[in-house]
Each structure stands twice: as structure tokens, then as C-alpha cells.
């Protein structure tokens, strides 16, 4: 799947551009079925909201317990203070995480592919596992900030094996809230840890200097590309206050030869452990 020189890119920057990785097919389906499952979800349940601003993220029962599960979460700006919608549900959902890969046929089909798995055994791993899936959606003038952060401060393994598969499901441009990464930045080690003590969550900072927000660079591709990100590279995106989403589509894989802390927000019930390719 790549070639020695894109091999070394990854390594040395700690992402890699795949142009025309999927189709426009292939990502209309995942859009497609994600507009399905929003027509099932009935916001008055369980109205979770997702931020990554750490003042206010609101880290409930149900976002902890979605390891293993299709949820919803609410985008911030579009719900009023006591949880209730303020735009249509199509409309009102960042993202939904974190099981639908292994739970929904279409999902599924998408997220294990040969040319994947080839990707993976390329990048290093020996026993990738399909930890967790997000479809995001950026919508417009809404989609909220995602903050700077490093995806092994979520989804740490000793030793780190995290990697992210990022799919541009619309074109993204820095207009829409694009990708935007610090090159190299993953050298510099993993600055916290994001812990879990049965349902309280806190930060462990290892380092609590900002980032050097001013080295990001944006990462604008084209519908159909796939990122592909070191688990300790920094990554950022801004607010959508444009007129088009930018929905994108995530995987993040752990080797199954790394330990995995029980200290990790997402556990996996012992009866739906993550799986491979097969
Ligand atoms: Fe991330």
C-alpha cells in the first residue's frame, strides 16, 4: 500500500496524506447511513453534549458507557443551557461514536478493508485492533472547536500504538474547519493522560505548556482522502462558521500486543472485546 518514502514521511512528520484513498461512493454511504441512524435517536433521552474545551466538558454516564454502543452527542452550540435543541436533530449532532464499526453493517464494511489492513501491517503494527469509530460532523456555522491534543492522551497503550485513520467524507478546507497538525509534533512525547476512576474522569499533565499552536499547519484534502496520524501528533480543529459541513469519518487502532491500562475512559465490555480485520 506504500511505498518506502511515504513510510518515512509518516515517521518523520507523524501524518500522511492518501488522496483518493475511498470513493465518493463509498463516502455518500457512511453519510448516508449516518443520516439513518439520526432518524432513530431520540434527543429528549439522553441529551449528552460534546466539547473538548476542558472548563466545561461535560463527561456523563452515557458518553462513558458508548465504548461499546452507536450514541449521539450533541453539538454545544446547539442546544440552550437547559439541554434542549434549538436547530433540527439532523443538524444538531457532532458526532456518533464509538462502536458503529463493529455494530452496523455499513460502518463495518467501510472501517475493514484489505487495503487497511495492508496500511497497518505498513505502518507497523502487528496486531491491529479496531478500537473505536467517530463519524463527525462539522456543521455548518455550528460545528464546534475541536482543541489541540494528542489522540494517546485518550487512547494511551504502553508501549503508545495509537494511530488515527481520518476520512474526509466532504471536502475539507480550512473555510470548513479543517485538520490541522503540528509536523513533527509527535516527538516531543505525550503530554497528559486523560484517566478514568470508575464514572469520575480526570487530566494527568505530564507537561502543561501550551501549545505551540502557531506551528499547526492546515491539512486541507479533498473528499475521499485519508489522514493517517500518529497518536502522539498534535491535531486541532477550528469552529465551522462557514455554510457547508465538513463531515469526516474516524477510526483509531491499538495494537493488540500493547497493554491497555484500565485506567482508559473506553473499556469495551468483556463480551465485545475490539477486534482485528477479520
Ligand atoms: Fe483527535
Sequence with gaps: MLNSHQVA???ENGYLVLPEFVSAAQCRSLMDRAGQLIDTFDPGDHPSIFTT????????LYFLESADRISFFLEEEACDGNGHLLVPKHRAVNKIGHAQHDLDPVYGQFSR?????????????????????????????IGGEVTCHQDSTFLYTDPMTCTGFWF??????????????I?????????SRFL??????????????????????????AQGTLI??????????????????RQAYTLHLIDGQAHYPDDNWLQRSPDMPPRGFN
Excluded at 474545551?53 to 456523563?60: F, K, N, V
Design 113 to 141: 478493508t484489505d487495503d487497511l489492513a495492508e496500511l497497518c501491517a505498513d505502518v507497523g503494527f502487528a496486531d491491529p485492533l479496531l478500537l473505536q469509530s467517530m463519524h463527525i460532523f462539522k456543521h455548518p456555522e
Design 228 to 245: 493517517v496520524l500518529d497518536g502522539l501528533l498534535p491535531h486541532y480543529s477550528a469552529a465551522n462558521r462557514s455554510g457547508r459541513s
Design 9 to 11: 514521511a509518516f515517521k
Design 183 to 191: 509536523p513533527g509534533g509527535h516527538k516531543s512525547g505525550l503530554k
Design 168 to 181: 474526509a467524507l466532504e471536502d475539507a478546507t480550512l473555510e470548513n474547519g479543517c485538520l490541522q497538525a
Design 196 to 221: 478514568r476512576h470508575g464514572t469520575d474522569v480526570s487530566f494527568d499533565h505530564e507537561d502543561t505548556a501550551p501549545w505551540p499552536m502557531e506551528k499547526l499547519v492546515p491539512l486541507e484534502v
Design 53 to 60: 474545551h476542558e472548563q466545561r466538558r461535560h463527561t456523563d
